[in-house]
């Protein structure tokens, strides 16, 4: 165990549950006794910051669905972007950054002890070509970003293995969906917010296994059911009352699409809603928990164990403080946009990563430290190659001096993101 991991342990072994007043909003939030063992895995100091402002602070880093025109600085052809093009950023198409035509060791930096970390990591930031869209293996899909596997898709966001949807976030293997939010194998949907399994809906939340299901809410294993809140296996019902499938289709009929909308909001304000969507979980406290074990403060997850303060992540463990962080992953702190990767500290946008701290836009690499863009590279800092002897004796320095500058485990300043904080 280095210097810097020792100083860090006696001050957590002498810490006990307190509450603790957050260093940018000021309220007070309590450390309990499983948080203190979550540092001591991952040997950080406590927050200075809430969970609250701590996750604030992490989604101003992550752009989903502002994306402007401008200039690859590579080949000077018109691209598609996160980054506008009145920002001081390179920015390279994505099969440029992708292709052996760009080597980000060429940008690497010694570390200077005299200077903040963070300001050194501006400054290879600002050097490093940006990645235009945060995109792999679609087709014929040229305006989506955070999403994979998809194909003719149109401005969705957070989304994997669809065909031909328009207008989502967070749409997962669905096809011909429009203007969706958090929807899973979904098919002929429109308008639905949080549904599975779904076909032929329009304006239908929180519901799954349903077909020709329109203006309800709670839903499973409907059919054919308009203005409906809370039923199960129904078919043929009109405002909660059942009818035979004429009635159903004249009273369904009868009112215009702009009527059952407007209707459908109007009865949501006094519908009946179960306090918590927690299903097939053990020892679980979130909202939108599947499938999942020993998660505190989670929400909209699934396939997760042993974590706390986690959102929109599937199949994770050991994971605390993250967002959109979990996909097959393990042993996560401080972190957003993270797949398949092991052991990350305050990281953003990696990809089948491990033991990496403080990086950006990494991929399949491993002991890492400051670094932005480097693909398949090992011991690492601020994008220098090291012996590993080398990596690892500066890296206790860094850790020194970023503890004494109260840096160390604190995700990046808002000061170096790339966004602005309405873009975001």
Not at 36 to 56: A, D, N, Q, R, T
Not at 85 to 113: I, M, N, T
Request: hydrophobic share 30%.
């Amino acid at each position: 165990m280095g210097q810097a991991d020792q100083q860090i342990l006696e001050q957590l072994n002498q810490t006990m549950p307190h509450e603790r007043e957050c260093g940018v909003c000021h309220e007070k939030w309590l450390i309990e006794k499983d948080d203190i063992e979550f540092f001591k895995k991952f040997m950080v100091p406590v927050p200075v910051v809430c969970p609250h402002c701590s996750l604030v602070n992490k989604l101003i880093y992550r752009n989903e669905r502002s994306l402007y025109k401008r200039k690859c600085d590579a080949t000077g052809k018109d691209i598609l972007s996160v980054i506008s093009p009145d920002k001081p950023y390179k920015v390279y198409d994505k099969d440029v950054w992708w292709s052996d035509q760009f080597e980000a060791l060429e940008c690497g930096r010694d570390y200077d002890p005299g200077r903040s970390f963070f300001e050194q990591f501006n400054d290879l930031l600002l050097e490093v070509p940006y990645l235009s869209l945060m995109v792999t293996n679609n087709t014929n899909c040229d305006y989506i970003n955070h999403a994979n596997d998809c194909k003719n898709c149109y401005l969705v966001a957070l989304s994997v293995k669809n065909e031909d949807c328009y207008y989502g976030k967070n749409v997962m293997s669905c096809q011909n969906c429009v203007d969706n939010l958090d929807i899973e194998k979904c098919v002929d949907c429109y308008e639905c917010v949080g549904g599975i399994n779904n076909n032929n809906c329009r304006f239908l939340f929180n519901s799954k296994n349903c077909y020709d299901c329109h203006f309800s809410e709670g839903l499973i294993g409907c059919q054919n059911c308009t203005l409906c809140f809370n039923l199960k296996n129904k078919q043929y019902c009109f405002a909660g009352e059942q009818l035979t499938k004429g009635e159903y289709e004249k009273r369904y009929n009868e009112l215009d699409f702009g009527q059952k909308r407007k209707d459908f909001l109007q009865q949501r304000k006094t519908r009946v809603v179960k306090c918590l969507d927690i299903e097939k979980s053990e020892n679980c406290v979130g909202d939108k928990i599947f499938n999942s074990k020993n998660c505190r403060q989670c929400f909209g997850i699934s396939q997760g164990q042993d974590s706390k303060y986690v959102g929109d992540s599937i199949n994770f463990a050991g994971e605390y403080d993250t967002y959109s962080a979990g996909t097959d992953s393990e042993l996560i702190y401080n972190t957003t946009s993270l797949v398949k990767s092991y052991f990350q500290i305050s990281s953003f946008a990696c990809l089948g990563t491990s033991y990496t701290y403080y990086s950006f836009l990494s991929m399949f690499s491993k002991h890492l430290f400051g670094c932005v863009a480097l693909k398949k590279k090992e011991y690492c800092i601020l994008n220098k190659q090291y012996s590993r002897e080398d990596y690892e004796k500066l890296v206790e320095r860094i850790k020194l001096d970023m503890l004494e500058r109260g840096e160390y485990g604190r995700y990046f300043p808002r000061e170096i993101c790339p966004y602005g904080y309405n873009e975001t």
